[in-house]
């Protein structure tokens, strides 16, 4: 299996269980590793024999500035069945940030893997 990745694309959203925390977006941050085959594309040289990355993050992006969950596992589950979904990868790993969500941690998160690795 190969494996095309993105990290720390940020996405801005409401999120979070109390009310302060809903009042206006927040930064979130996703690192996303994504199972595919890289073979078609590396021997065409081709964009469109392969994952594009870019629609991947745009898509990601413009759904979670319309979501508006209390907590990130809900917007982590939502945005890996998104990208199951529409990009037709085997399998991923998403790690989902929140920074600044307690006082004494850089940050807090959630990883989960989804599908069947090739």
Same mark, same amino acid.
């Given at each position: 299996?190969d494996?095309?990745?993105i990290?720390?694309l ?15 977006p ?5 690192d996303l ?5 890289i073979g ?12 594009d990355?870019? $629609?991947?993050?745009q898509r990601?992006?413009e ?7 209390q907590?990130?596992e809900?917007?982590?589950?939502r ?5 199951l979904?529409e990009f ?9 940030? $929140?920074?600044?969500a307690i ?11 989804r599908? $069947?690795?090739?």
């Amino acid at each position: 299996m190969d494996i095309i990745f993105i990290r720390e694309l940020r996405i801005q959203t409401i999120i979070g269980v109390y009310a302060w925390e809903r009042e206006a977006p927040r930064t979130l941050l996703i690192d996303l590793d994504l199972g595919t085959d890289i073979g078609p594309a590396a021997s065409s040289d081709q964009l469109d024999h392969t994952l594009d990355y870019a $629609k991947v993050a745009q898509r990601i992006t413009e759904c979670a500035a319309q979501w508006n969950y209390q907590l990130v596992e809900t917007l982590g589950e939502r945005i890996a069945e998104l990208v199951l979904r529409e990009f037709g990868v085997c399998w991923l790993r998403l790690c989902l940030r $929140k920074p600044g969500a307690i006082p004494d941690a850089r940050e807090v998160g959630i990883l989960i893997e989804r599908g $069947k690795p090739l």
